[in-house]
């Protein structure tokens, strides 16, 4: 059921699809001998979709060599193995959708500047307890820098992921009589607001019964020089000034979101928010912008969804230190 595409096939092909002016997708639909091939020629936006993924591939891979190139390829053979191990069964199409868009974004951000060395790793599991099925499709990243020691960050990301994913792993004991399918998926992107660091953003959904299930996204900013997370207090200049603007403008932007989307009548309150503040992976630091991030039940109701504040760098520019990790 579950068969690894030879990747030998895909890279050969994804050297040459620049040159070549297709509406399919990068191999040959007439060859296709796999289910997730044969799921990718049915669909038009599949077939686009793979197309795009082959030719930023092809266009990054071209721009590096030596170890840089030898690691974007490596990570790219083991993107298309998880991708097929996780991608089949009913909802496979929906799975390759998810996986192509994050794949391109990804590409295309190693792409952007000094390659990262980066690799997405992955847990994609499936069984089942007694009655209950369970699936697991969760990425993580894994920063592989040569002259770095990401030892500590990576196994922060590898732990988290392996604990959120055993969640998902119904335990001996469940009841014989819950039919039910659990899952966890996990997915991340990169964004890279200064020269050396990186900010990840992962996101997460879990369902293991109930009435609904529970997902959220965090953040971490990495700095690529020391290999260490970065807390929020390092990007700005010293002192409490950074906080109470940031969270002022928070406040406001809440109670603006808040009369089309009622939240929690409390969240607001400064203490509340105060401690909601002090977590450092609501803040994601984009190459634009910081974006705070609210998950469901932080300030609002389930069904309220995620609450997101973004703010440009311009209204913080004389809060940011100069020297600081934003530094481009």
């Known amino acids: 059921m579950r068969r690894l595409l030879a990747t030998a096939v895909l890279l050969t092909v994804v050297e040459a699809a620049p040159a070549q002016a297709q509406v399919g997708p990068s191999f040959d639909c007439a060859k296709a001998s796999t289910p ?3 799921t990718i020629c049915k669909s038009p936006e599949l077939a686009k979709a793979d197309r795009d993924v082959a030719t930023t591939y092809a266009a990054l891979a071209a721009k590096l060599s030596g170890a840089a190139k030898d690691h974007l390829v490596k990570d790219q053979q083991r993107w298309v193995g998880n991708r097929n191990r996780a991608c089949t ?3 496979a199409a929906a799975c390759l ?5 994050n794949r391109l974004a990804l590409l295309k951000e190693f792409g952007a500047g000094a390659y990262p060395f980066v690799s997405e790793q992955a847990i994609v599991r499936a069984g089942k307890v007694k009655a209950t099925r369970y699936l697991i499709d969760a990425s993580y990243p894994q920063f592989d820098g040569p002259s770095v020691n990401f030892t500590a960050l990576n196994a922060k990301f590898a732990n988290t992921t392996k604990e959120a994913a055993g969640e998902a792993v119904p335990k001996a004991d469940i ?3 819950v039919d039910q399918i659990w899952s966890y998926e996990q997915s991340f992107a990169i964004h890279r ?3 050396a660091t990186i900010s990840v953003e992962v996101s997460f959904y879990s369902f293991t019964g109930g009435a609904h299930g529970n997902g959220g996204t965090y953040a971490v900013l990495v700095n690529l020089r020391s290999g260490r997370e970065l807390k929020p207090e390092a990007v700005f200049a010293p002192g409490e000034d950074w906080l109470r603007t940031v969270t002022g403008i928070v406040a406001d932007n809440l109670k603006k979101q ?3 989307r009622p939240g929690f009548d409390d969240a607001l309150e400064p203490a509340k928010l105060a401690e ?3 977590e450092p992976g609501r803040y994601l630091f984009k190459a634009d912008g910081l974006e705070i991030i609210f998950n469901p039940y932080d300030v609002g109701p389930y069904a309220a969804g995620t609450y997101q504040v973004a703010i440009p760098y311009s209204r913080l520019r004389s809060l940011i230190r100069p020297d600081g990790p934003l530094v481009r």
Do not use: I, Q
């Open 89 to 91: 069964g009913e909802d």
């Open 193 to 195: 607001p200064g020269a």
């Open 36 to 38: 997730v091939e044969r």
């Open 276 to 278: 909601l503040m002090a």
């Open 97 to 101: 959708k998810s996986r192509y868009e």
């Open 258 to 260: 808040f009369v089309e």
């Open 175 to 177: 009841g014989d009589d």
